[in-house]
């Protein structure tokens, strides 16, 4: 079984710092992708930042040059900053990785439960 389980959310005010933690366990062979999604309530789904297994990135127009998405292989876990916040990025966030169980051909997409971010003064 695999599990993701994410970690670092909470409240802070606008223009403050969070960092999101996810971790990946169980009996994993690899790990693809990794992303990171938010949803606000009534609002759909939303890709914030992924990174490739080769270490590239790509960002959200709405969060570029406030978060970074980052990755330690050796941990099997994939990490967020996020700066600056706004009242905006108030959301549940979620990680998402491509992952190949050991006794697997291929990858499937497994997602943690979320986290709650709430910016707000």
């Known amino acids: 079984q695999v599990q993701l389980v994410e970690s670092g959310g909470g409240l802070v005010q606008p223009g403050g710092s969070l960092r999101l933690s996810c971790a990946a366990s169980g009996s994993i062979r690899n790990i693809n992708a990794m992303a990171w999604y938010r949803q606000a309530p009534g609002k759909q789904r939303e890709l914030v930042a992924f990174i490739t297994s080769g270490g590239s990135t790509n960002y959200a127009d709405s969060v570029k040059d406030r978060f970074t998405i980052s990755r330690d292989n050796a941990k099997n876990t994939v990490n967020l900053q996020m700066n600056s916040l706004k009242p905006e990025d108030t959301a549940v966030y979620y990680c998402?990785?491509?992952?190949?169980?050991?006794?697997?051909?291929?990858?499937?997409?497994?997602w943690g439960q979320g986290t709650q971010v709430t910016v707000s003064s």
């Open positions: 998402k990785m491509g992952v190949r169980p050991y006794l697997n051909l291929g990858y499937e997409d497994y």
